[in-house]
């Protein structure tokens, strides 16, 4: 393994290049504690079939868990055809202890059946105006910079930037799926206490990932008042009373029909608990993964100014509109290189997602692995890879994805796909989170200079599996347009 994988949280305030704190199944350890289940561990390990922990790729992290950073080993897990199925893993993935979502389930026929059902809403093709709803928001979100936090060289104004850009993926991601935008970037702040309590709630969703029989004890009835519920008046509780009310006007004899990724879940099958289990997960994994893959990657141009020089230069001899259209960023090399290595240094999810080996078991790299083993997701080992992306795999370099040979680039770029997963479980927000990338930059970098406020700890950023950033203090200058 080149890399730690996360198994819970990492606090990677050295961010980005220091080697982050590892947490073990969400409790924090002290590096004393650490040790001693690493010892345990590789204690467990020598017990297996009297075989070795490690098996090139593979590597035990647990009495029936394996990681693996290789990226032949995640493909044939995830193809479209495989015996591998989701583990007990998923279960933690639920957000009501009861209720399945499509990234939740288990049941692989249901899980194709859902994705069938929504695959022509998340692609876009019955949501009016998909990208026109992205420059909507991108247009919210320079408004917002421009009208409240503009520097200048007499007084300095700064933003959190980590927290602007989950109000403009929270934006995005409810103005697609029912057209009815939150409102976070015009109203500027975390609206119901939503992004507090989500950080809250993924945390102990990785408890349960690690021991799903937790699943049984959020069942109880005395714990449902712990739950969120769709009463509360903050948190999570209220994007649930949101999405339910949006979700009831769908559905009874007066019912509103919309062309929105809502209404094409409805149109294709989807009854009213499923669609309002569905919209919730889809605003969940579509806004901290997408701000993530933004404010690192944007952490990392600010820090190579050289790369932002290039990224400037090239969006100022191109001929594009305002806001950049996705057709017309597809095709800046540049741009797209410095998008791949963003998500590449700093994959946006990070989690085991574990998969259970089928029950007669498989041979890989020439080891026996016996049925029901879990194998979880090494990301940091896939994509700091040096053999695959060299040897400055670690430092952040654009250029990797455009000097190399034709083959060889595509053979980067199909170990990157991992990012969004692949096969029967690929990502099915892909295409608007490329979207989004595909603009953010551009429109930030044309429209405005930036800063960081303090260099020494530029970010605070939380894995619980996906990230949770914020306190990334910049400042704005406008500058002309190019
Ligand atoms: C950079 C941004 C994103 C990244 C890196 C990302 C990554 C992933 C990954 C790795 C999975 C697979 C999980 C698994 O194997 O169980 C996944 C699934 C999923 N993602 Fe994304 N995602 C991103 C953005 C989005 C967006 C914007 C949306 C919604 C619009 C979305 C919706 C989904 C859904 C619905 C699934 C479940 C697919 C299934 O189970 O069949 N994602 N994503």
């Known amino acids: 393994m080149a890399g730690p994988a996360c198994l819970g949280r990492q606090d990677a305030s050295g961010f980005p290049g220091g080697q982050p704190e590892v947490w073990y199944v969400g409790i924090r350890k002290s590096r004393v504690e650490y040790l001693l289940v690493l ?15 490690n098996s090139g790729s593979l590597a035990r992290v647990g009495p029936n868990d394996l990681v693996t950073s290789d990226p032949e080993v995640m493909r044939r897990m995830l193809a479209v055809r495989s015996p591998y199925r989701r ?16 990234a ?14 929504m695959a022509a809403g998340y692609a876009g093709k ?11 928001n991108i247009e919210g979100l320079i408004r917002l910079i421009r009208n409240k936090y503009k520097s ?3 007084e300095t104004k700064p933003l959190d930037f980590g927290r602007k850009v989950q109000y403009f993926t929270l934006d995005v991601i409810s103005d697609l799926a029912y057209r009815e ?6 109203m500027d702040r975390d609206l119901h206490g939503y992004i507090e309590e989500v950080e809250k709630v993924f945390a102990s969703a990785l408890m349960v990932t690690i021991y799903p029989w937790l699943n049984w004890v959020l069942r109880l009835s005395i714990l449902k008042a712990a739950l969120p519920s769709e009463k509360d008046p903050l948190g999570l509780g209220k994007i649930l009373g949101i999405t339910k009310n949006v979700v009831g006007k769908r559905f009874g004899p007066d019912k509103k029909v919309q062309r929105d990724m809502l209404g094409s879940f409805i149109a294709h099958g989807l009854n009213q608990k499923e669609a309002e289990s569905e919209t919730i997960l889809q605003i969940m994994a579509g806004s901290d993964t997408t701000a993530t893959a933004i404010r690192s990657t944007f952490l990392y141009l600010l820090m190579h100014p050289r790369v932002v020089s290039k990224l400037r230069a090239e969006i100022s ?5 305002s806001p950049i259209s996705d057709a017309e960023a597809r095709k800046m090399p540049y741009l797209q290189a410095v998008i791949k290595e963003g998500l590449r240094i700093f994959p946006p999810v990070v989690g085991l997602m574990s998969k259970e080996v089928p029950p007669g078991g498989d041979v890989i790299n020439g080891q026996f692995v016996p049925g029901g083993t879990k194998i979880g997701y090494g990301a940091y080992g896939i994509f700091r890879n040096k053999d695959m992306f060299g040897e400055d795999a670690d430092a952040f370099r654009p250029e990797r994805w455009l000097e190399d040979t034709p083959d060889k680039i595509k053979a980067m770029e199909s170990v990157l796909e991992l990012i969004f997963s692949y096969g029967k479980y690929q990502c099915l927000g892909k295409n608007i989170a490329m979207m989004e990338l595909n603009k953010v930059f ?10 960081i406020v303090n260099p020494l700890r530029p970010i605070r950023s939380i894995c619980h599996g996906i990230f949770f950033q914020s306190e990334m203090w910049l400042t704005a200058f406008e500058r002309e347009k190019s």
């Open 126 to 136: 019955e949501n009016e105006n998909l990208e026109g709803t992205i420059d909507k």
């Open 442 to 451: 551009v429109e930030l970098l044309r429209n405005f200079d930036f800063n």
């Open 152 to 154: 200048t060289d007499l």
């Open 39 to 53: 010892v345990f561990a590789l204690k467990q390990c020598g017990h297996a079939n009297g075989n070795s922990c």
């Open 317 to 321: 001899s191109t001929p594009i509109s």
């Open 181 to 186: 935008p939150f409102g976070y970037l015009e």
């Open 104 to 117: 939740s389930i288990r049941d692989e026929d249901r899980h194709n059946e859902l994705r069938a059902i």
């Open 87 to 102: 583990s007990e893993w998923y279960i933690g993935v639920r957000f009501d202890p009861v209720q399945d979502n499509i």
